[in-house]
């Protein structure tokens, strides 16, 4: 990989003049300190409090997470596309390359969607819009945002569908999304998505649907869409096992918050939260065949009602009085390594 | 395409003859005396009920009867009504007025009814939404009728807008003209189903995964809305509007009665009524065949707009 003072200049197929976002030393993404929450019937639920994290150049940081631990609203937080109302976001910035996008006028957000910072969903059958062909939903990225022709933006569908390895994609431009295969369709949400070759991609679920040999597929030709054009690359997921060869950086969420951030194989090798270590424990193995597969008990606090002290103090076997009563900060508890529990050490001993 | 048009047309032949022939079993196997009523007080003369009897294949088994009137029909001959008129002449004149009705009442339900469901739909919960949402409970509740009679007394006679009734002689622009507060108020009830219709489909297409797609994608909120969710919610609406054309082809008996409008459906109910059993079964043969024409329309069309109806 080349260094990188601007952005975008080994690729052919970028026709457009030099983005105005240049990040600051590989610098693309600075989440801070970022809240979100719901506005509801049944109360104000707080779906993020208080998330940060960075993302680099050429960058893969996985967000792991159970359902409802706020993995994919930090994604729609970020992407600006979350309803408001019911949600709002009373505290917190998201910079990108220095500019912070809460802030910014919505039509200035709205272009830096596609051509700066992209993202795909996990289901890509409800995904794509039923009544357009494929290759006009993909061409539609350079018709809207590059002001492309119908014919110069269709020959740009072809080419990146035959990119993302659809057989046949000149014949098929045509097709529209139910004509093709689970794994096709994931395939052409990411054409779509790295057609203006934005910076950054995040990946929400996008393997969840598919069954294990497609997913395989489908991530490999991420992993090497994001080398090819040094994307930084946000992985939502609930499947350490799907992120575990791609990924650089993990950072597990737990009702709203990161409770531990580390280097994959660290985290691995040795978990540092309580939480990741029963996320870990309760992936099946090979070698424990025939026995019990451990699970983490109880269930993921409601959002209206996180509990004081540390959220997963209910269902911690290490709990103790102090997490009842105190939040732990995510602190590092070795070089490289950060947690939020108060007994961090503990855990990584083992 | 081509192979699923000629399958329906063919399917079309079987609906056609049963239905036709249970009109026509109804209308003539009905006792009675046809030609009652026609030589003024006194009962008609032998020879002419003798000459009507055979005129009509009247002597001959119901289903011999029905085929040889039948043959005539095939060959464009649809016989005379009892008031020695051709069913044929008239029944083509009462259609264009019936059609140009029913135009009018379609483009008004379309137009107003997608306008209103949509500002709805993108403002759920609002004022304007509320506003739509009784407006149209509203028309709904009330019997066209009284609609009809309320609309002739205020806007044309009280404020003299519309012409209060219409005139059969009427010619170009006029003939429009003076059909278009009837065929306001034949689509009103239709205006509030389609804005109804809209509206809650484009409720549901606006939580869609696509539409979330579109954003993402930085389209605009006008783009994302009126073509990405709007398209979609649209499907239904045009599926109800063509079964509803197809309705009013076959005339509308209230709206024509208020307003002294000379088409299909008076001519069906006076037919009726007289027990001109040649008219009744000749214009609901016609009725039959335009409204198995226009389901077939609405049927590929919506084949057209929704591409994962396959017709083949």
């Known amino acids: ?350 | 395409m081509t192979k699923y048009v000629i399958r329906r047309l063919l399917q079309m032949i079987p609906v056609l003859i049963g239905a036709t022939f249970l009109i026509f079993a109804m209308v003539f196997a009905l006792p009675g005396d046809p030609t009652a009523n026609k030589c003024g007080e006194r009962p008609c003369p032998a020879e002419y009920v003798k000459k009507f009897e055979e005129e009509h294949n009247l002597n001959d088994p119901l289903p011999i009867q029905y085929a040889k009137y039948m043959g005539k029909l095939a060959k464009g001959d649809f016989g005379t009504s009892f008031r020695e008129i051709p069913v044929k002449d008239e029944l083509s004149e009462r259609y264009v007025v019936t059609a140009k009705l029913a135009t009018i009442a379609i483009l008004f339900e379309t137009v107003l009814g997608i306008f209103a469901g949509v500002l709805a739909g993108i403002r759920k919960g609002k004022f304007i939404d509320n506003l739509v949402l009784l407006s149209t409970l509203f028309v709904i509740s009330i019997p066209i009728f009284v609609i009809g009679y309320v609309a002739q007394f205020l806007l044309g006679v009280k404020w003299r807008i519309f012409p209060v009734t219409v005139n059969a002689n009427a010619t170009g622009l006029d003939s429009w003209w003076q059909l278009l507060l009837p065929g306001l108020v034949l689509g009103s009830v239709s205006v509030a189903y389609v804005a109804r219709l809209t509206r809650t489909n484009l409720v549901e297409n606006l939580r869609a995964d696509y539409v979330r797609t579109a954003k993402a994608k930085g389209l605009t909120t006008s783009r994302t809305i009126g073509l990405h969710a709007l398209r979609n919610s649209l499907i239904p609406v045009v599926t109800f509007i063509g079964a509803d054309f197809g309705a009013l082809l076959g005339g509308a008996i209230v709206t024509e009665q208020i307003f002294n409008i000379q088409g299909v459906g008076g001519y069906i109910f006076s037919g009726i009524h007289n027990r001109d059993g040649v008219v009744v079964v000749g214009a609901v043969t016609v009725l039959i065949l335009v409204y198995l024409l226009v389901n077939l329309l609405v049927d590929i069309l919506y084949g057209v707009l929704d591409p994962r109806i396959s017709h083949d």
């Open chain 1, 1 to 350: 990989m080349s260094t990188i003072s601007t952005r975008r200049g080994n690729r052919a197929e970028a026709a457009a003049a030099p983005s105005k976002y240049q990040p600051q030393d590989g610098l693309l993404l600075e989440v801070d300190d970022l809240f979100v929450e719901f506005h509801t019937d049944d109360g104000v639920a707080k779906a993020i409090n208080g998330v940060s994290f960075d993302l680099r150049q050429g960058e893969t940081l996985a967000i792991l997470g159970e359902s409802g631990s706020g993995k994919s609203v930090t994604a729609q937080a970020i992407m600006g596309i979350l309803d408001m109302p019911p949600a709002k976001i009373p505290a917190g910035q998201v910079r990108y390359c220095g500019h912070d996008l809460l802030t910014m006028p919505e039509d200035e957000r709205r272009k830096t969607r596609g051509p700066e910072i992209s993202m795909i969903f996990q289901d890509a059958l409800s995904s794509l819009n039923p009544v357009f062909p494929v290759g006009w939903q993909i061409a539609e990225m350079f018709r809207k945002h590059r002001g492309l022709n119908k014919s110069e933006s269709l020959d740009r569908a072809v080419r990146l569908m035959e990119r993302v390895q659809i057989p046949a994609a000149k014949e098929r431009v045509k097709a529209y999304p139910h004509q093709f295969s689970g794994g096709m369709r994931q395939r052409i949400m990411i054409a779509m998505a790295i057609a203006l070759d934005p910076a950054v991609l995040i990946a929400d679920e996008p393997t969840t649907a598919l069954d294990v040999t497609v997913q395989a597929q489908i991530m490999s030709l991420l992993e090497e869409l994001q080398q090819e054009r040094e994307m930084g690359l946000i992985l939502i997921t609930h499947d350490l096992g799907v992120v575990a060869d791609v990924a650089d950086k993990i950072a597990v969420m737990y009702a709203g918050r990161i409770v531990e951030r580390a280097d994959v194989y660290d985290i691995y090798a040795r978990p540092g939260h309580p939480y990741t270590r029963g996320l870990l424990d309760s992936i099946p193995r090979l070698d424990q065949k025939g026995q019990t597969l451990s699970a983490i008990g109880g269930l993921p606090p409601n959002l209206t009602k996180i509990p004081a002290g540390c959220a997963f103090n209910p269902r911690c076997r290490m709990a103790d009085h102090v997490c009842r009563t105190d939040l732990p900060p995510l602190r590092e508890v070795e070089p490289g390594r950060e947690s939020a529990c108060h007994f961090a050490e503990e855990v990584l001993r083992g």
